[in-house]
C-alpha cells in the first residue's frame, strides 16, 4: 500500500476496533466523540484524535480492556483513557500527544528535528490520573529511521525524555514516574511512497530500570525486570507485531490458511513428529519450545521424547515458512507466545531454554549439571534458582559458540 492507502485503512480499522470492543450500549457513543474531532476543522483536533485511535487501537491489539474519559465535561485535566491487562488486572491512565504537522505537507528540515518530545512529556504529566501513567507522544515527521538511529529522531527524543526528569512542577516537585512511548507513523507524511511503516521507541520517564538505557548483567535480575514490566512490554511486542490490518478473520497465518505443503508439514508446539536423537536415530518427539533463529538460517525446535529427555533440532524453513515467520512471528508455531523474536543477546537466548527448563525437577538440573565445578554448590540450591543459573549457563555458552 502507499502511504496514503494505509493511514486511511488504518484509521477505519483502528475505529472498527474501537466500536468493537466498546460495550454495546456505549459503542455509539465512543465512536461519535471520535469522529466529531476528526471532522473537526482545527488541525490540532483531528490530528490528535487521530493519534488517540492508534494508542486506542494498540492497547486493544494487546489485549487490554479501555475505560474512555468523557470527553464533553469542559475540563482538560484528564487523561484519554484507563487500560487494564487482562492478566494481572494492572490499571494503567493513558495520555496520548502528537506533534501538529500538517500531515502530507513536508515542512523545513530542522522543524521537522523539533520534537517537543520533553514539552509534550510534562503536559501530559501535568494530567489527572487514578492509576500508574503511560504516555503515547507522536512525533510526526517523514524521516525514515534504520536500525543505527544515532543522529535521528529516535536519539533526539530518548534525550528529551531523560533531560525531562530534572523538571519541577509548580511545587518544585517532580512529575510523576511514566512509562513513555514515542511513535512516528510515517507513512503520514509520505503518501506516495509504498511500504513506509511504524516506528517506536518505549523508555521510562523516572523509571530507572525500563528502556534502552537499562544495565542488566544476570539472567536473573532479567527475569525479575520482564515481570516487573509485563504489562508494558506486552503491549510494545504487541505495537511491533501487530501494525498491519490482518488478513484472516480467525488470525490465522495466511500461509498457512490457504493451503500446507504435504511434504514439509507445519511445526506446531504440542504435536509430535519424528526427530534425530542424540544419536542421530529417528524417534517420536513433541515439540515443546521453537524459536526461528534468522542469523543462524533455521528454527530450533526444543522436543520431549519418550523416555524423557530433551534434545534440540535444527529446522530448515522453505521459503513459504520463512515469509509467513517475518509477518507472523508470534504465531508462527501454531499458538501465541508471549515473546517470537529472535534473541538480540545471550538473555534474550537464555529466556528461550527458560521457557522449557523452569519447571525441570532438580534431579534432573543436577544430572544436566553433574560435571559443572560447583556441582556441590549447586546441589544445596533450591529448583527455582537452579533452573535459573542452568538456562544463564547454557544462554551464555550457545550464544557464544554462534558468535565465534
Known amino acids: 500500500m502507499t502511504g496514503a492507502q494505509r493511514a486511511f485503512l488504518n484509521l477505519a480499522y483502528n475505529l472498527y476496533l474501537i466500536a468493537h470492543h466498546s460495550e454495546p450500549e456505549h459503542a455509539k457513543q465512543i465512536l461519535d466523540s471520535f469522529v466529531w474531532r476528526l471532522k473537526s476543522a482545527r ?15 494498540a492497547f486493544l491489539k494487546a489485549g487490554f480492556t479501555i475505560d474512555y474519559e468523557n470527553e464533553k465535561d469542559g475540563t482538560d485535566s484528564h487523561v484519554e483513557f484507563s487500560a487494564t491487562h487482562p492478566e494481572t488486572g494492572r490499571k494503567f491512565s493513558v495520555e496520548v500527544k502528537a506533534r501538529n504537522r500538517t500531515i502530507g ?18 503536559k501530559a504529566l501535568r494530567k489527572s490520573a487514578d492509576h500508574e ?21 529516535v536519539e533526539s527524543a530518548l534525550e528529551q525524555i531523560k533531560e525531562s526528569e530534572n523538571f519541577l512542577d509548580s511545587s518544585s516537585k517532580h512529575y510523576p514516574p511514566a512509562y513513555v512511548v514515542v511513535t512516528n507513523h510515517a507513512y503520514h507524511n509520505n503518501l506516495e511512497a509504498s511500504d513506509i511503516g511504524l516506528q517506536a521507541i518505549a523508555d521510562g520517564y523516572r523509571i530507572s530500570d525500563f528502556g534502552p538505557r537499562t544495565q542488566i548483567s544476570r539472567f536473573g535480575e532479567y527475569l525479575e525486570n520482564l515481570e516487573r514490566h509485563k504489562e508494558m512490554l506486552t503491549l510494545f511486542d504487541s505495537l511491533k507485531e501487530h501494525s498491519h490490518i490482518p488478513i484472516t478473520f ?3 497465518i495466511p500461509e498457512f490458511a490457504f493451503g500446507e505443503d504435504d511434504e514439509y508439514p507445519r511445526l506446531r508446539i504440542g504435536h509430535e513428529y519424528m526427530i534425530p536423537d542424540e544419536n542421530g536415530q529417528l524417534v517420536p518427539g513433541v515439540l515443546e519450545q521453537a524459536l526461528v533463529m534468522e542469523a543462524w538460517g533455521n528454527a530450533q525446535g526444543v522436543y520431549h521424547l519418550r523416555n524423557g529427555k530433551r534434545v534440540m533440532v535444527s529446522h530448515e524453513l522453505t521459503e513459504r515458512e520463512w515469509s509467513a515467520w517475518k509477518q507472523h512471528p508470534e504465531t508462527f508455531f501454531g499458538r501465541v507466545e508471549e515473546k517470537r523474536s529472535e534473541p538480540q543477546n545471550w538473555l534474550e537466548l537464555a529466556e528461550f531454554f527458560y521457557r522449557s527448563y523452569r519447571e525441570t525437577g532438580k534431579e534432573k538440573l543436577l544430572e544436566f549439571m553433574a560435571d559443572h565445578e560447583d556441582a556441590a554448590e549447586l546441589a544445596t540450591l533450591e529448583q527455582a534458582e537452579l533452573s535459573i543459573i542452568y538456562c544463564e549457563r547454557i544462554g551464555w555458552s550457545a550464544w557464544n559458540d554462534s558468535h565465534k
Open 133 to 153: 501513567r503511560i504516555v503515547f507522544i507522536e512525533v510526526n515527521v517523514p524521516d525514515i529511521v534504520g536500525s543505527d538511529y544515532s543522529g535521528t529522531w
Open 250 to 252: 480467525d488470525g490465522e
Open 43 to 57: 488541525t490540532d483536533d483531528f490530528v490528535g484524535k487521530l493519534f488517540e485511535t492508534y494508542a486506542s487501537a
Open 105 to 122: 505537507v513536508d515542512g523545513p528540515m530542522d522543524e521537522a528535528k523539533r520534537l517537543r518530545v520533553g514539552q509534550k512529556l510534562v
